[in-house]
T-cell receptor
Framework: DQQVKQNSPSLSVQEGRISILNCDYT??????FLWYKKYPAEGPTFLIS?????DKNEDGRFTVFLNKSAKHLSLHIVPSQPGDSAVYFC???????????????FGKGTHLIIQP | ETGVTQSPTHLIKTRGQQVTLRCSSQ?????VSWYQQALGQGPQFIFQ???????GRGNFPPRFSGLQFPNYSSELNVNALELDDSALYLC??????????????FGPGTRLTVL
């Protein structure tokens, strides 16, 4: 039972255009969402996050949008650059009022390919 | 600021053996989480250590165990290795305060192959 879903295994975008990566979740208790980027043979690198009290967060070329009613978030990269070619993971977590941690729940990733 | 480091980079073991993986957290971080990433999948949460105690656990059997040391570094131990344990093992550190969330920063991972 996947609680975080990235339905596009891959996405090809022309350099300079906008890349839009999508993510859906099913657990309504999730309240913190993150995007990570991963190159082969490296660990995931944190890109950007958003709390459930917001619907948008921007950092340079990266913007994350959160639609809580649809349980959907998206990452926009504009303009796309060749170095953006990587696997992008969406992840979610919830504050555990008991003080414990459930860790991050990840999607399976989307392989973004930026074409020159 | 030193990032998260892991050792070894690669490891080959045979079924039934035991393995220990190591992780040094980023300076200023007090929490370490371990994840298993199988090929073609996203990372899956194994457990988290906060102030040297297990703070949460995912759906992994007891043969997956861990430790956190006073300097916040951590070990992941896996006993009675099975073929399906072959994966990339990722360590992530964060600065957690109870009842709050914080961004986790990942190390490069250890690639474990079980033959």
């Amino acid at each position: 039972d996947q609680q975080v879903k990235q339905n596009s295994p891959s996405l090809s975008v022309q350099e300079g255009r906008i890349s839009i990566l999508n993510c859906d979740y099913t657990n309504s208790m999730f309240d913190y969402f993150l995007w990570y980027k991963k190159y082969p043979a490296e660990g995931p690198t944190f890109l950007i996050s958003i709390s459930s009290i917001k619907d948008k967060n921007e950092d340079g070329r990266f913007t994350v949008f959160l639609n809580k009613s649809a349980k959907h978030l998206s990452l926009h990269i504009v303009p796309s650059q060749p170095g953006d070619s990587a696997v992008y993971f969406c992840a979610a977590s919830e504050v555990n009022s008991g003080g414990g941690a459930d860790g991050l729940t990840f999607g399976k990733g989307t392989h973004l390919i930026i074409q020159p | 600021e030193t990032g998260v480091t892991q050792s070894p980079t690669h490891l080959i073991k045979t079924r039934g053996q035991q393995v220990t993986l190591r992780c040094s957290s980023q300076s200023g971080h007090n929490t370490v989480s371990w994840y298993q990433q199988a090929l073609g999948q996203g990372p899956q949460f194994i457990f988290q250590y906060y102030r040297e105690e297990e703070n949460g656990r995912g759906n992994f059997p007891p043969r997956f165990s861990g430790l956190q040391f006073p300097n916040y570094s951590s070990e992941l131990n896996v006993n009675a290795l099975e073929l399906d344990d072959s994966a990339l093992y990722l360590c992530a550190s964060s600065r957690l305060q109870r009842g709050d969330t914080d961004t986790q920063y990942f190390g490069p991972g250890t690639r474990l192959t079980v033959l």
